[in-house]
C-alpha cells in the first residue's frame, strides 16, 4: 500500500468551525483514501475575530509547517487575520517547511504572497476545508484534495500552461501586500484576480492600485476570475467588472487576457504559483 | 478694499449637488467676503458613479488648477474617482498650478498626495463644499473658508507645530497609493489618520498595509484621528482602533502619539501637508 499523504490544517485568520472540519475528514475518508487530514486544534480556537489569539495562530503554522511529517498544509479558513502572522511566522520556517505544499486563498493569499516571495515552490491558489459549507461545496473539497493527493491535473485552472507561470489573489488582499516585503516578484507571471463582496468602486480602486504599481506592471497580464456576491453600488458604477479591469490594463499597458476560473465559490479551480508541476499522463 | 481671494471648486470623484453649492456661496457670501467661490459646472455632472465621465473630471481640475486668476482649488466633494484623474491631470500642471492651495480630504486624499509627491506646498486636509449637509456642517464649511481666506491659525488640526512637518490621510486611500508613483515621501512627518464606514477589520488590514512599507515606516509618528460609522464587526473584532493602532505601531516601531482632531465630522480641522504656514500673531 502506498504511503498516505499527510496533511496538516491550521486556520490563520477566522475560525473554522468543529462540524465542518468533521464533514471533510468524512469526505476525505470515502472519497480521498489516499489523503490523511489533521485538524490542528487551534482551526477552532477563538479569540474576537480570530481563530484564536496572533500566538496560537503563528504557533499552530509554525508546527505544522516545520514538521517533517506532514507533506501540505491546508489552510483551513479565510476570513481575516493571517497579515497578523505572516510577519513573525515566515522567518522562522525550516528546510522541511520549504519542502511542503500550501493551499488555501483570499485572506490566506498574504501567507501564500509571502511563501512564494521566500523562494517557496509548493505553494497554491484553491479551495479550503471552510468551502465545504457551500451549496456543492464537497465539489470544491474533493478537487483540494484530489490536487494534494496526486496533483490530478483536472483540478487545475484550465487556461494553466506548463511554459507559463501563474499566480492567482483576491484582489484586495493583493492590493494590501503591494510595497511590504511580502509582495511577490511576479515579473512574467499571468497574474489572476477574483473579489467576493466588494461594491464596484472598490473593485474599481483596487485595480487603480494594483495596475499601478510598477512592479506588478512586469505581469505578462492580467486574468479575471469571477467578482461575486457585489454589494450594489450607489449611483450605479455604469461598468462591469471586465470593463474596469479592461481599463486599468490599458491606462497600464498590462494585457488584458480574459477570464479566469476562479472566485469564492464551488467552481474555484486550483492555481500552482510558478510553473505547474502535474501528474504525468 | 483688498483683492478677494479667488477659490474654484472641482470635482474628481463624485458629484456635488447643485443646493449644496448655493448653500456654501450663500455661506461665503454671508461670513467671508474676503474669498470668493467659483463653482466649476463639473462638479455638478453625472457619469455612472462620477461627477462627468473622467475625461470632463481630468479637464475641470486642470483648468482651474493652471488658471493664474484663482488661488486655490478647493475640492468639491469625495466618494470616489480621484484617482482616475491623477495620472493624466498630474503630470500637465504648470507654474500658476504649483503656487496653488489645494484643500479636500476622503477620496482626494489621491490629488493631495500626487500633489505633495510633485513638490507642491499649498497642499491641505480639510472640509468640503459638500460637508454642508453635515449636522452643524456650516462650522466645517466655514473653518475651510476661513483657512482658504487668510491662514486662520484656530483653523489648524490642534496638535500641529510649526517645527514639525505633518499630513493626513483617509486610511484606505493612503494605503490604495503605497507602492504607485503618487506615494509622497513622508520621512519625518507626523501621520494623520482617520477613518469612516471601514469594519474594525478593515481598519485593522489597512494600517497592516500602511505600517508594513518601509518608506512609510520613517515617519515621525501617527496620530490617529476618528473612525466613525463602523459597520458591526462579525465577529465583534475585540479590540478598538486606538488598540488597533497601537498594536500596529509596536510591530512596525513608528512612534503613537494620541489622537488627532480629525474625521469625517463636522469638527474635522485643517492640516496643512508639511510645516504649516499660518497667519501671523
Redesign the interface.
Known amino acids: 500500500m502506498m504511503r498516505r499523504l499527510r496533511v496538516g490544517i491550521v486556520a490563520p485568520g477566522s475560525r473554522l468551525e468543529p462540524t465542518t472540519a468533521r464533514r471533510v475528514t468524512e469526505l476525505a475518508a470515502e472519497r480521498h483514501p489516499d489523503v490523511e487530514l489533521y485538524f490542528h486544534p487551534q482551526c477552532h480556537m477563538?479569540?474576537?475575530?480570530f481563530a484564536g489569539d496572533d500566538a496560537a495562530r503563528i504557533a499552530a503554522f509554525l508546527e505544522v509547517s516545520n514538521d517533517a511529517s506532514f507533506d501540505a498544509v491546508w489552510f483551513g479558513r479565510g476570513g481575516?487575520g493571517s497579515?497578523?502572522v505572516a510577519?513573525a511566522a515566515l522567518p522562522k520556517l525550516n528546510d522541511a517547511a520549504r519542502r511542503k505544499t500550501y493551499l488555501g486563498y483570499s485572506d490566506t493569499g498574504v501567507l501564500l504572497a509571502g511563501l512564494y516571495a521566500q523562494g517557496f515552490r509548493g505553494v497554491a491558489h484553491g479551495p479550503m476545508p471552510a468551502d465545504m459549507t457551500r451549496d456543492g461545496g464537497d465539489a470544491a473539497v474533493s478537487r483540494a484534495l484530489a490536487y494534494l493527493g496526486h496533483r490530478a491535473a483536472d483540478t487545475l485552472e484550465p487556461s494553466i500552461a506548463p511554459s507559463r507561470k501563474t499566480v492567482a489573489f483576491n484582489m484586495i488582499i493583493l492590493?494590501?501586500?503591494?510595497?511590504?516585503?511580502?509582495?511577490p516578484d511576479l515579473t512574467d507571471h499571468v497574474l489572476m484576480l477574483e473579489e467576493v463582496s466588494e461594491q464596484?468602486?472598490r473593485i474599481?480602486?483596487?485595480l487603480?492600485?494594483i495596475t499601478?504599481?510598477?512592479?506588478i506592471r512586469g505581469v505578462a497580464g492580467i486574468r479575471l476570475g469571477r467578482c461575486s456576491a457585489i454589494p450594489r453600488?450607489e449611483?450605479?458604477?455604469?461598468?462591469t467588472e471586465v470593463e474596469i479591469v479592461q481599463h486599468w490594463c490599458r491606462?497600464s499597458g498590462i494585457p488584458y487576457l480574459g477570464r479566469a476560473d476562479i472566485g469564492h465559490d464551488a467552481a474555484n479551480k486550483i492555481v500552482p504559483f510558478g510553473a505547474p508541476r502535474v501528474a504525468e499522463g
Open positions: 477563538s479569540s474576537g475575530h481575516y497579515c497578523r510577519d492590493s494590501q501586500l503591494i510595497g511590504t516585503p511580502l509582495q464596484m468602486y474599481d480602486r483596487t487603480f492600485h499601478s504599481n510598477p512592479a453600488n449611483p450605479d458604477f455604469g461598468q491606462v
